[in-house]
């Protein structure tokens, strides 16, 4: 990689000469070469694999650092997703950060915030033709990791970059599916980004998607395992449209939903089918099913595809609102939820895919209420105190949320008030 060049080496008569600096003179290694160099190595080995997951050709490991050495934009946004992880992983407290047997000092939320200053100058100031440019349309998605999930389950409201990811999303669609590599993959992550978002903060996806219209994306013939799964994201911005778009809803878009959603799932190829899987085993206290997939491209596309049939679940307008089958209809409605909840969550923990757990996540702090078993309660708890020690991905708003929905905190407060009175004897 351009990035990280090291001097290079000649022999003379067998005998192997680095043409590196004299101990004594001082290193071309500085503090800030050696964090940087860490950085870019983190973020290949640790978050790449995040945005890589429906990409075939992996971009972001492979082709996305050489293109970094020659944009400031894109290697900010490296550094600075790269360091945030990193620094919120280790959570060392007082003490340095550290990586490849390196120690970082300077690392943490603040050189982060210095980094994603340093990017976000160079995005704001892209003029008209620079909004085409595929470096920053990658360097928009990159900075947006952390946005993507922080604000909403930590329970802020942060925009900060999506109207800039939605700029250069809108300017490069027709681009990307034209030409492909790392702008193709930038793009089909900018859409991950803002369906998760949109989900979590119950709206629209904020996309202009006309591009798609016309491509093999809409359609269910034979294709490549990373178009059926793009496929099933596209579905899922079309599903959130007819929840929660202004323009109402209707009994036929939701058949037509619920058609394309039992197509994708009958025709994607047998690379979708799990690989294993069996029910939980409730003897040894087992939850959550096993389910193990291929890779990680088939574990994102299951996982999108569960997260629409959740949406339609929840939405479903056929459930009636008064008579006498208006129970067995809810209780029937409530059991589908359970179900894809916790596939959701079994897929996460059979699954080392980088960014499972977060769908996981998504779906426990958005229907994990609906659960009253005290031991399924925990075991979707955990799930959410998984992603932060896993991926330091904070989750204190929904963990703040499903307890006080479960009334932990309030039985807690029951069970020290009795045992109080029973000391004393009232």
Request: proline share 5%; with cysteine; glycine share 6%.
């Amino acid at each position: 990689m351009s990035v990280l060049r090291l001097p290079d080496s000649t022999r003379d008569n067998g005998r192997l000469i680095e043409n590196s600096p004299h101990p004594a003179e001082p290193s071309i290694w500085t503090d800030r070469a050696v964090q940087e160099a860490c950085l870019m190595r983190y973020f290949v080995e640790e978050l790449a694999p995040w945005f890589d997951s429906c990409d075939a050709g992996k971009h972001f490991a492979l082709v996305m650092p050489d293109r970094a050495a020659q944009c400031p934009a894109l290697l900010y946004a490296v550094y600075s997703a790269a360091a945030r992880h990193l620094g919120r992983w280790q959570s060392t407290g007082t003490r340095p950060v550290t990586f490849a047997g390196r120690r970082l000092p300077n690392l943490g939320d603040g050189m982060a915030l210095d980094y994603q200053s340093l990017c976000i100058s160079h995005l704001v100031s892209a003029d008209d033709a620079e909004i085409h440019n595929v470096d920053l349309l990658a360097a928009s998605v990159i900075l947006r990791f952390y946005e993507e999930f922080d604000a909403a389950l930590v329970g802020s409201d942060g925009k900060t970059h999506l109207r800039g990811t939605q700029v250069f999303l809108n300017a490069q669609g027709h681009a990307a599916l034209c030409c492909g590599g790392l702008q193709l993959a930038a793009f089909w992550v900018g859409i991950r980004q803002e369906f998760h978002k949109a989900f979590l903060e119950q709206r629209v996806a904020e996309l202009d998607l006309s591009c798609c219209e016309a491509s093999v994306y809409r359609q269910l013939d034979s294709a490549d395992d990373p178009t059926w799964a793009n496929r099933v994201v596209l579905h899922c911005v079309d599903v959130l449209r007819y929840c929660y778009g202004e323009e109402g809803q209707t009994r036929g878009q939701y058949e037509e939903l619920c058609a394309y959603n039992q197509q994708w799932q009958a025709l994607t190829p047998p690379t979708f089918d799990p690989l294993y899987c069996r029910p939980p085993n409730t003897v040894k206290g087992e939850i959550f099913p096993v389910l193990w997939y291929l890779d990680d491209c088939i574990v994102t596309g299951i996982q999108h595809w569960h997260l629409a049939r959740l949406l339609l679940t929840v939405f479903d307008p056929t459930v009636p609102r008064l008579g006498p089958g208006r129970k067995a209809a809810v209780a029937r409605r409530e059991a589908e939820v359970k179900h894809h909840v916790f596939s959701l969550c079994g897929i996460a923990i059979s699954n080392k895919t980088a960014p499972a757990l977060v769908a996981a996540c998504m779906g426990v702090s958005m229907c994990g209420d609906r659960t009253t078993d005290r031991r399924e309660q925990e075991a979707l708890f955990d799930i959410l105190l998984k992603t932060e020690q896993i991926h330091g991905l904070s989750t204190t708003h929904a963990q703040t949320s499903l307890r006080a929905a479960w009334e932990w905190d309030a039985t807690i407060s029951q069970v020290l008030s009795f045992n109080l009175n029973v000391r004393q004897g009232l």
